[in-house]
């Protein structure tokens, strides 16, 4: 059984809709990208998920945690899971730390919190986990302050504080987003080595395929609330379905091979007070038919652990294709230019 | 050779900041002699990681800032100083595009009024020629006319940095300096404002200078990159060189630090974060995270010579002047 699984979670902020259905399943160990521009959903799919958006927020649907419905639980019970079983780390981790606070005061903390130890034990684990995310120096960081420590540290620190929890899932919201290029790698190559070594399942939340593609198994694209796409990390780049996902790809230059001219998605995010009728993508997408602008796509299977929301592909028919690949030629009818 | 149309000549460029109430103040060197051209036509990438000078480095370019040392020529004559008549009047045919488009712009006042502004300040044009070089600029940035009543904050992301893009063009200038113009943009949107910046390129022959933090983003636009460390350039050339042979360890590193799909081993992981400009390591500033270090990079600085085929490099190990040594504190991870 999948250890966390959302079904069909909206998410609206007065008449203003987040998430318009979301369904996803994580296993235990999993690493999951979620892929999205701004504003998609992506950051309040896990907040809504772990109880952490504010009142105003209307959740529906259900979050499976373990089997137990998060949405309705106790809030006694939902505080053992936030930060014990699922920990949560964010972009800015230096907003994110308190800044008046030493820095192993803030680790002993969530180790008294979520482990019950306190006292000598406790700092000696705090020690362990600063030495455990490759924090030089771990015994004097203790008594240091988060100015002190530079972006990628503090990052190091915050995922210290998630692994104090010894969580069964890490929850990463743009990690790395905020960090320079070289010391993103040292970032991304840690929760790798985390995983690796505790078994962790891992969402990692992303603007940039790249991130995600190499360091987790599975990714599903998110546009103005809800999953477009959702396939094997391997498969999503070679056999992208979803206009969309496509249109990403083609969005971010190459690195070799022939400069030209970048396919860029025309337009921009429609306004979440003002959704199209059918599909969101309808008025940027340039493969569109006529219908697309009245119904709005269910998910369809198109693959093995495949499945995109548009008109355009076909039902993929279980095992009748042994390769998995399907063919679209002909299905698609292209509307080229559109005003 | 042609007169470049921008040139800085070992431009340095000094700060001072104060540890503590009491404490003695630190000079930084943030720009550390800097040589670079940029010809009409060309774009020239500026990469490197936050810190290392970049920004600055673009400020001096402009004359916003005065250079300590060194020189900045526009067509060969001196920059004039900041605030006089000449640079003013020299302003209109350099222009500036900034990462964050709605901090560049003002909030209470509608796009078209914000992109005409330069003419008005530069008092070019009648009030009617004015209102036709919106209409022209707004087409070339892909705006509809109806855009220019619209607030900042009635514009989405990509069509703000689009608004300041045209701002920037209204005066018809020779130079752009481009300060991570898409860093703060979505991939979708980042991806019109590279193909919007390469067609205007080829449409006006403007001399580009893009900074960046994004190799890929620099390839795109680039004919030239040059890759900054701690205030210097560290290796210059072509982008396809740079990128696919990259020479200088940093390079190396930057180049090997790209996120790209199916690609999770072989990547070599710097140690540490970039260094303090105000407490510069000894030697060549990349020593202490360098996986090739030795003992002799550590005292003494390489400068930056070239490597043929329009390439420059600054490192010792890459020159030659040295056997590659094992890094003095840096690992490698396969």
């Given at each position: 059984?999948?250890?966390?699984?959302?079904?069909?979670?909206?998410?609206?902020?007065?008449?203003?809709?987040?998430?318009?259905?979301?369904?996803?399943?994580?296993?235990?160990?999993?690493?999951?990208?979620?892929?999205?521009?701004s504003g998609c959903g992506k950051s309040v799919t896990w907040l809504a998920a772990l109880g952490l958006l504010p009142g105003t927020a209307q959740v529906t649907g259900e979050v499976l945690i373990d089997g137990s419905d998060a949405l309705t639980m106790p809030v006694c019970q939902l505080e053992k899971i936030r930060g014990g079983r699922i920990a949560m780390i964010f972009q800015d981790p230096a907003s994110s730390l308190?800044?008046?606070?030493?820095?192993?005061?803030?680790?002993?903390?969530?180790?008294?919190?979520?482990?019950?130890?306190?006292?000598?034990?406790?700092?000696?684990?705090?020690?362990?986990?600063?030495?455990?995310?490759?924090?030089?120096?771990?015994?004097?960081?203790?008594?240091?302050?988060?100015?002190?420590?530079?972006?990628?540290?503090?990052?190091?620190?915050?995922?210290?504080?998630?692994?104090a929890g010894q969580p069964e899932m890490l929850v990463a919201d743009e990690p790395t987003?905020?960090?320079?290029?070289?010391?993103?790698?040292?970032?991304?190559?840690?929760?790798?080595?985390?995983?690796?070594?505790?078994?962790?399942?891992?969402?990692?939340?992303?603007?940039d395929l790249g991130v995600v593609a190499e360091t987790c198994d599975r990714i599903a694209v998110m546009y103005a609330g809800r999953i477009v796409e959702e396939a094997p990390s391997e498969t999503l780049f070679r056999n992208p379905q979803h206009p969309y996902t496509r249109g990403l790809m083609g969005a971010l230059p190459p690195i070799s091979g022939e400069r030209q001219r970048l396919v860029?998605?025309?337009?921009?995010?429609?306004?979440?007070?003002?959704?199209?009728?059918g599909c969101a993508f309808a008025p940027r997408c340039a493969d569109r038919f006529a219908a697309c602008d009245t119904s709005d796509p269910a998910n369809t299977p198109v693959g093995h652990g495949h499945r995109a929301a548009c008109l355009g592909v076909r039902e993929w028919q279980g095992a009748l294709r042994a390769d998995g690949v399907r063919q679209t030629d002909g299905v698609r009818r292209t509307v080229g230019a559109f005003a | 050779m042609t007169?470049?149309?921008?040139?800085?000549?070992?431009?340095?460029?000094?700060?001072?900041?104060?540890?503590?109430v009491f404490g003695q103040p630190v000079q930084v060197r943030a720009v550390d002699g800097v040589s670079l051209k940029i010809a009409r036509g060309e774009t020239l990438g500026l990469v490197g990681e936050s810190g290392c000078g970049k920004s600055t480095t673009a400020r001096l370019l402009l004359g916003m800032e005065p250079a300590d040392e060194g020189a900045v020529l526009f067509e060969g004559q001196p920059l004039p100083s900041a605030d006089s008549a000449d640079w003013r009047s020299l302003r209109r045919r350099m222009q500036m595009v900034f990462q964050d488009p709605l901090g560049a712009l003002d909030r209470r006042l509608p796009a078209g009024k914000q992109i005409t502004e330069p003419l008005d300040i530069h008092r070019i044009g009648t009030p009617a020629e004015r209102q036709a070089r919106l209409a022209t600029l707004l087409e070339a940035v892909g705006l509809r006319p109806d855009f220019a009543a619209r607030f900042p904050h009635e514009l989405s992301g990509g069509q703000r940095q689009r608004a300041v893009l045209a701002r920037a063009l209204a005066t018809d200038p020779e130079l752009l300096i481009c300060d991570e113009p898409i860093s703060a943009l979505d991939v979708s949107i980042q991806a019109q404002v590279m193909n919007l910046l390469t067609d205007i390129q080829a449409e006006l022959g403007l001399g580009i200078l893009f900074v960046s933090h994004d190799l890929r983003a620099v390839r795109q636009v680039s004919h030239r990159v040059a890759v900054m460390y701690l205030g210097r350039i560290v290796e210059?050339?072509?982008?396809?060189?740079?990128?696919?042979?990259?020479?200088?360890?940093?390079?190396q590193a930057l180049v090997s630090a790209i996120p790209h799909p199916g690609k999770t081993t072989g990547r070599t992981i710097l140690e540490g974060d970039p260094p303090n400009p105000a407490d510069r390591p000894s030697g060549c500033a990349f020593h202490?995270?360098?996986?090739?270090?030795?003992?002799?990079?550590?005292?003494?600085?390489?400068?930056?010579t070239g490597a043929g085929q329009g390439r420059a490099v600054a490192c010792h190990v890459a020159q030659g002047t040295v056997a590659a040594g094992s890094g003095l504190s840096a690992r490698k991870v396969a």
């Open positions: 059984m999948a250890f966390v699984s959302l079904r069909d979670m909206s998410v609206s902020f007065g008449a203003t809709p987040a998430l318009r259905g979301v369904s996803l399943s994580l296993g235990r160990g999993d690493a999951l990208g979620l892929v999205g521009e308190n800044p008046v606070h030493r820095i192993g005061r803030q680790i002993v903390e969530a180790l008294t919190l979520h482990r019950g130890i306190a006292g000598a034990e406790a700092r000696a684990e705090a020690k362990r986990l600063l030495d455990q995310v490759g924090i030089p120096d771990a015994a004097r960081r203790l008594d240091g302050y988060p100015h002190e420590l530079s972006g990628g540290q503090n990052q190091r620190v915050m995922i210290a504080m998630a692994l987003t905020a960090l320079d290029v070289t010391i993103q790698a040292q970032i991304l190559d840690l929760l790798r080595a985390l995983r690796r070594d505790t078994g962790m399942a891992l969402v990692l939340i992303s603007h860029s998605i025309r337009g921009s995010v429609p306004d979440p007070n003002d959704m199209p009728a | 007169t470049p149309l921008i040139e800085a000549r070992n431009v340095v460029r000094n700060y001072y900041s104060r540890r503590g210059e050339g072509p982008p396809d060189a740079v990128l696919h042979d990259p020479r200088h360890p940093y390079t202490p995270r360098c996986p090739v270090a030795t003992s002799f990079c550590a005292e003494t600085s390489p400068n930056l």
